[in-house]
């Protein structure tokens, strides 16, 4: 096997006996066949691709990225269903040769990596979208395009421009993403969130899928089961229509890389709606459920009728059976819901924080958490942003810093969480909103995007940020194993890409500058 996708990837360049993240070589295999003929029924799709078309290509694209589908029957099963779809329409010869995508020179390769790393981000976010009920034709034919263009020998240039256009054309996927989540759930408005742990049965719910949250908070009302989100689900309790139920009670756990620990002797099952699945240890494995995406061979799965309803009635009764917590386990409180529109709605007040010299500089510290001891950097960076700084974050990458108490800037707390990494949209809006009201371009504002990546999603916010002539963002903890060095050389040059160093070193460079 060979795969280089994600943060930690083995020894910084590959994993080739199996993942780092639990993936094995049989599953690695299923997801290349999978990929591969993702590429041709994208190839026979043509210009104008029907959305049961985009449907399976954004599927088959969000189940190949990392800590999503562990199951390499599940993968070989979908191949097959996609290679149905392409012979339905027509679409002739065999699939390209799996191994020919990470074959050939250099650069190429890792522009052709790069592609497809964010075509599966782009993917997700349309999946999300898509369950929510909508589709963006013109972001459907422009993911397709790219997809097909992955199915031909292309050059340099060429290919750098199409990871562009993915970046730019994710932006419409986001923003379709945004009003979705608005629609079904109401805008997002700042929330106070329990992390107290009340006596009885529960059901934890990780990943990001707002919709499943949503079916698991209707039919778990009057049970007498409660609901607490984990991990990226921290943000649905800022939505009106999913915080009206009293039994989401709070939030239990931290980023994705923990819940081994955290997870092991939960008195309550666990759904899985979305990444980041890890392989679940013998301790708790038998408390672990899949939904969409998700899956783990031996887990459970709850599986979505023809109109999309899930039934989440074998959750509820495990988590009677389990018994939840004998006594109320007292914990403080963190906030969310500080999303585009809530702080749009406040852009008076911002701006005159910042005319008024009282907010100098905004860093968006955003993207995933991680198991490397480097990630140390993103709390030590928070840490000491001055106090005359306000830190807006989204992505798991909070966990590390969001129960610090970095006091409060004029009308707002100095750390404000914007979401889950879904919501990158609102963060793009409110830094556009910014230049429009100051009169200048995104690049001239007090403002310093500190990303930290791990998976596919990130790559593709990276690209949208790229697309849209954003600099000197910061990078880290470590730079792709995928960029080659004369791609990173390119994109250091045109973007002024700075990889992470010192908190120390990288604020002091940040706020001296002009
Ligand atoms: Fe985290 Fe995982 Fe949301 Fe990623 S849960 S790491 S960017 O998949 O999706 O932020
Ligand atoms: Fe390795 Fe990451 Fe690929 Fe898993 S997803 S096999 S950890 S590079």
Redesign the pocket.
């Known amino acids: 096997?060979f795969?280089?996708?994600?943060?930690?990837?083995?020894k910084g360049s590959?994993?080739t006996k199996?993942?780092?993240?639990?993936?094995t070589p049989e599953t690695?295999a299923a997801q290349d066949l999978l990929t591969s003929e993702l590429i041709a029924l994208a190839m026979a799709a043509g210009e104008n691709p029907a959305p049961e078309t985009v449907d399976l290509l954004a599927e088959g694209l969000f189940l190949t990225l990392?800590?999503v589908s562990f199951d390499a029957a599940r993968a070989e099963a979908y191949a097959a269903k996609v290679k149905q779809a392409r012979t339905a329409l027509g679409g002739k010869g065999a699939a390209p040769v799996p191994n020919s995508l990470f074959q050939g020179e250099r650069d190429t390769v890792s522009l052709r990596s790069t592609l497809l790393f964010g075509l599966r981000g782009m993917g997700a976010y349309r999946y999300h979208a898509q369950v929510l009920g909508k589709r963006d034709e013109a972001a459907d034919k422009r993911l397709t395009a790219a997809l097909a263009f992955l199915g031909a020998e292309q050059a340099p240039e060429a290919l750098l421009a199409r990871i562009l256009e993915v970046g730019a054309a994710n932006l419409d996927v986001l923003a379709l993403l945004d009003a979705a989540n608005s629609a079904c759930f109401g805008v997002p408005a700042p929330a106070a969130v329990s992390l107290t742990r009340e006596k009885g049965p529960f059901i934890l719910i990780s990943g990001h899928d707002l919709g499943d949250l949503a079916m698991l908070l209707e039919q778990t009302g009057g049970s007498g089961v409660n609901v607490y989100t984990h991990g990226e689900m921290l943000p649905a309790h800022a939505y009106p229509e999913l915080r009206k139920h009293p039994q989401l009670k709070g939030h239990i756990g931290t980023a994705w890389q923990n819940q081994q620990d955290e997870f092991d002797g939960l008195p309550g099952p666990v759904l899985f709606t979305t990444n980041c699945l890890m392989p679940p240890k013998a301790s708790y494995a038998d408390r672990v459920y899949t939904t969409g995406v998700t899956d783990f061979p031996g887990a459970a799965r709850v599986e979505a009728d023809a109109q999309g309803r899930k039934d989440f009635s074998a959750l509820i009764r495990r988590a009677k059976e389990l018994g939840g917590y004998t006594q109320e386990l007292p914990g403080g409180t963190v906030t969310t819901g500080y999303g585009g529109k809530a702080l749009i709605s406040s852009a008076g007040a911002v701006i005159d924080a910042v005319k008024a010299g009282g907010i100098k500089h905004f860093f968006l510290v955003g993207g995933c958490d991680g198991g490397k001891s480097a990630r140390r950097y993103y709390t030590e960076f928070v840490k000491q942003t001055p106090p005359d700084t306000a830190v807006l974050t989204l992505g798991c990458g909070k966990f590390r810093f969001n129960t610090l108490d970095l006091g409060s800037i004029g009308p707002f707390p100095r750390l404000l969480d914007m979401g889950q990494c879904n919501d990158a949209y609102g963060a793009i809006q409110v830094a556009l909103a910014l230049a429009g009201a100051f009169n200048c371009g995104v690049n001239e504002l007090p403002l310093t995007l500190v990303l930290s990546w791990f998976?596919q999603k990130a790559v593709c916010i990276l690209l949208t940020l790229l697309s849209l002539g954003i600099k000197n963002i910061y990078i880290g903890p470590s730079l792709p194993a995928f960029l080659s060095e004369g791609v990173l050389k390119t994109l250091v040059e045109q973007y002024h890409l700075h990889p992470i160093t010192t908190p120390e070193q990288d604020l002091k460079a940040i706020l001296s500058r002009p």
């Open positions: 096997m795969c280089y996708q994600c943060e930690q990837t083995a590959g994993c199996s993942g780092v993240c639990g993936k690695a990392t800590n998976e």
